[in-house]
Each structure stands twice: as C-alpha cells, then as structure tokens.
C-alpha cells in the first residue's frame, strides 16, 4: 500500500517565479531535463510533449518529497476558466506543508512579497493559513500541536 507522498508536479508558464517561490520553502533545484516527444511524453499521454522538467527537493524531509516543474514549449494558452485559488472548483484543490512555527513562516513569505488568502484558522490541533502559489495555486501551511 501506499507509503507516503513521493512529489507533486505543477505546470508553470515560466519556471523562474516558481522556483523562487518554492526556494522561500526550502525547496532546492536538483535536476533539470528537457522533454522533446519520447518515452516520458508517451507516459504522459502527450507523445508530442515538449518541455523543460525540473525537479525541486525539500532538503531534510523524511521521508524524501520533491516538486515538480513542468514548463512547457510553447507554453499553453491562458486559461479563460476559474482562477486556482477558488476553493470551490472540482480537481485539485490545495498543496499543504507542514511548519514548526507558522508566525515565523508567514511572516517570512508576505516579507517576500507572497500574498496571503486568508487569516490564521485553528482546526483541530493545528493551526492553519492558506497562500497563493506561482501559477494561482493554493498553498496552506499547518502547525500541529501534536
């Protein structure tokens, strides 16, 4: 059965912003390589896929947990639909990571210029607050008390 989460892949219209973003987090550049059609394409169902692939890593988790980059050539279109930080769309919804100390963490985002979704929400032991990722995504850090 499954063990734990082993990485998350996010398309990105511009790799920059989000990997500066996800470096806010602890998240290291590990591996970069271009897709151009083959194997990796046909497994993704896109056998004419062109893309730069880029593997980010959370140093010091364990167990092990990357993201994943996925930025296209030629990048897609925009999409006219729904904005990703509304919550109430059917897919992918949120991206959450754990913190020790939440204060510290937000203010160490907003001070880099992350915008904040909403306001600190106790929940069950934790302590939680939702951001906005690159490409719109929901980010949301959670302290447990545990």
């Known amino acids: 059965m499954i063990l734990n ?14 990997i500066a973003f996800f470096a806010l987090l602890g998240f ?3 591996h970069v390589a271009t897709i151009d059609g083959g194997v990796p394409a046909q497994y993704m169902g896109m056998p004419g896929m062109k893309a730069q692939h880029i593997t980010l890593v959370l140093d ?3 167990p092990h947990f990357e993201i ?3 930025a296209f050539d030629p990048p897609p279109a ?3 639909g729904e904005h990703p930080t509304n919550l ?3 897919g992918f919804n949120h991206l959450a990571f754990r913190v020790d100390d939440i ?5 160490h985002l907003v001070a880099n210029g992350v915008t904040m979704l909403s306001d600190e929400m106790d929940y069950i032991s ?3 607050r939702l951001f906005e990722g690159p490409e719109g995504i929901t980010i949301e850090l959670v302290q447990r008390d545990d």
């Open 103 to 107: 204060e510290a963490a937000t203010a």
């Open 68 to 70: 994943q980059l996925l």
């Open 28 to 30: 290291r550049k590990a």
């Open 5 to 18: 989460p082993d990485h998350v892949t996010i398309a990105v219209a511009d790799a920059g912003p989000a």
């Open 88 to 90: 109430r769309r059917r």
């Open 78 to 80: 925009t999409d006219p």
């Open 60 to 62: 010091g988790a364990d």
């Open 126 to 128: 934790r302590k939680l």
